[in-house]
């Protein structure tokens, strides 16, 4: 998240093999979901997309609700913001219906927002809207990262229906809290 993918993505390419070498299922899922959000850090949408699908492949056998929600929500996320969005919706209404399942509030406002940006995507705002509108109240009591991404989906969908006061108005609020968290991607979009 501080953009320091290059060493991440070193360190968990040394960390992997020993995972698999213990035959830790649970280090290697992890380890891939890690690499997959690097790769995205890194803006290789190739690589992304590859360690998302292990991700949730390896996911699946564990029957962990909660690291299968969130892998089904990282690729649902990434897939929509690549253009694939068949593939998108499924993976981000299969995340909604887990974390709902697991009554997980933080994981809820995650997903919700994911299938928010899903949306945001296709250019259907007022759809976008609904789940984003559901997910900040959850965000600002839970997680202050989930609520500066959905600050700047806000100013996004604003900025897109050329409603530029509240554009405006949610970018400097998405600022001034990624900046508070030093959340330079978020800043960066924010800006």
């Known amino acids: 998240r501080q953009s320091e993918y290059t060493e991440a993505i070193k360190e968990l390419l040394q960390l992997l093999p020993r995972f698999v070498h213990r035959n830790d299922e649970y280090g290697v899922m992890i380890c891939n979901r890690n690499l997959s959000y690097a790769y995205y850090a890194s803006g290789d949408k190739d690589k992304t997309l590859y360690y998302d699908q292990r991700t949730v492949d390896l996911s699946i056998p564990l029957a962990a609700k909660l690291d299968l929600a969130y892998a089904y929500n990282n690729f649902g996320a990434d897939l929509a913001e ?65 609520h500066a991404f959905l600050l700047n989906d806000f100013s996004q969908i604003y900025l897109e229906k050329h409603d530029t006061d509240s554009a405006i108005y949610y970018a400097i609020k998405g600022a001034e809290l990624s900046g508070q968290l030093s959340f330079k991607s978020q800043l960066l979009r924010s800006y």
């Open 82 to 146: 690549y253009g694939h969005f068949d593939s998108a919706a499924k993976y981000s209404y299969a995340a909604v219906r887990i974390s709902k399942e697991i009554n997980d509030s933080i994981l809820i406002s995650k997903t919700l927002g994911t299938l928010g940006e899903y949306f945001i995507a296709k250019k259907e705002f007022d759809s976008a809207l609904i789940y984003l509108k559901e997910s900040l109240p959850i965000a600002m009591l839970k997680s202050k990262m989930d």
